[in-house]
């Protein structure tokens, strides 16, 4: 019997089978989201948060490596949408815009590339916006439609 003990105790060492050593799950920002709602900050910590407009709609639709967004503001004529590119680490977003809608064209040509403090969670993320100093200032929250 510890002919036979000793080896399997010497494999589940070696190889470390500890259900705590999983591999953790990558989450994905591929897939398209829905704005729920916006925070702004004071000290890092959530001061505020604004629900979106009667009717206001805003998507974002990532893939590959791209971003594709609009918005939808009933009482408002102007077009907003954007496409461009993004690459995302586990706390940060970087979106790098290279197309859009005339109003939104007037914005790429001052700012093209936008960084945000990532948060994501696998049916919702927060992309935060930040002062100089690394302080968080707004944020948009979205949830996962697909």
């Known amino acids: ?12 060492f070696f190889f470390g089978l500890n259900k705590n050593d999983a591999p953790e799950t990558v ?26 407009a009667q009717g206001y709609r805003q998507i974002k639709m990532y893939n590959n490596g791209k ?16 496409y461009g590119y993004y690459e995302n680490t586990r706390d940060e977003l970087v979106e790098t815009l290279e197309y859009g809608s ?15 403090k990532l948060i994501l969670k696998k049916s919702s993320f927060s992309q935060i916006s930040t002062d100089e100093n690394g302080n968080y200032t707004f944020s948009e929250n979205y949830k996962r439609l697909n």
């Open 1 to 12: 019997m510890k002919a036979l003990l000793l080896p399997l105790f010497f494999l589940l």
């Open 27 to 52: 989450l994905s920002l591929d897939g398209t989201w829905e704005l729920v709602d916006f925070y702004t900050y004071d000290n890092n910590v959530v001061i505020d948060t604004v629900e979106r």
């Open 67 to 82: 971003v594709m967004w609009t918005r939808f503001v009933p009482q408002d004529s102007v077009e907003w949408f954007g």
């Open 102 to 116: 005339s109003s939104m064209m007037k914005i790429i040509d001052t700012a093209r590339v936008f960084k945000f």
